[in-house]
């Protein structure tokens, strides 16, 4: 079956330009996350939603981040007013679950979003 | 900030070889992951142990876990040109859903 996809692979923005970066999580899963990931580090997680429902945005930088899953599959994330220190690989993720924390999360190929 | 670390952060080995990475992290957990990154790839999930687990096998792979020590350990036996990549340990904490990752290793496989 297909996996999570997300769109586009690749951003270019002027700073202080909007940017919204597009998620398809696997078919049937609940559970979708979002992941910032810098240049030679680890991913850090940014904001976690159970269908619909944003249940965790303690990971997301500043107010100039929100994301939105509004039918429970689709999700966006919005960054405001882009800024150099935005430069980063985002990665989403879904998994199938709805509770208990022990279940895999699948990964997409991420969107490159470069800030000039 | 990231909970886990790493050691090493780099490594590199001749096919054939056994390579083992390490990971430490600071909290209570509900499960550690291990994941795997191919330049330019997106994370392929490796294996899960969790809290009551102390070893795990898939494959080639053998992961450890010492909850006393806050500490885990990823071998990959008889390790191929095709296993060079980044490996991430990843936590999931005591009541959370997120997975919170360590800085990586990067593995060089030598043919």
């Known amino acids: 079956g297909a996996g999570v996809s997300q769109s586009p692979r690749y951003k270019v923005a002027k700073r202080g330009q909007d940017v919204a970066l597009r998620c398809d999580p696997i078919s049937g899963h609940v559970s979708l996350f979002w992941y910032q990931q810098a240049l030679g580090q680890g991913p850090e997680f940014l904001t976690y939603f159970q269908n619909e429902a944003q249940l965790d945005k303690s990971g997301l930088p500043s107010d100039r981040f929100f994301a939105e899953r509004p039918e429970g599959s689709v999700s966006t994330l919005k960054i405001q007013r882009t800024q150099q220190e935005d430069s980063a690989v985002y990665l989403c993720?879904?998994?199938?679950?709805?509770?208990?924390?022990?279940?895999?999360?699948?990964f997409g190929p991420g969107t490159r979003l470069t800030v000039l | 900030s990231q909970q886990g670390e790493e050691d090493p952060q780099a490594l590199s080995i001749q096919e054939g070889e056994n390579a083992t990475m390490n990971c430490s992290y600071k909290t209570s957990i509900n499960n550690l992951q291990w994941y795997r990154q191919n330049s330019g790839r997106g994370l392929v999930h490796l294996i899960l142990i969790r809290s009551n687990e102390r070893e795990k096998h898939s494959g080639r792979l053998r992961v450890t876990l010492d909850t006393s020590k806050k500490s885990s350990s990823l071998l990959i036996t008889a390790s191929r040109a095709a296993d060079t990549a980044s490996y991430f340990c990843?936590?999931?904490?005591?009541?959370?859903?997120?997975?919170?990752f360590g800085s990586g290793t990067r593995l060089q496989v030598q043919p």
């Open positions: 993720a879904s998994s199938r679950e709805s509770g208990g924390g022990a279940d895999t999360q699948y």
């Open positions: 990843a936590i999931v904490q005591t009541g959370r859903r997120a997975l919170t």
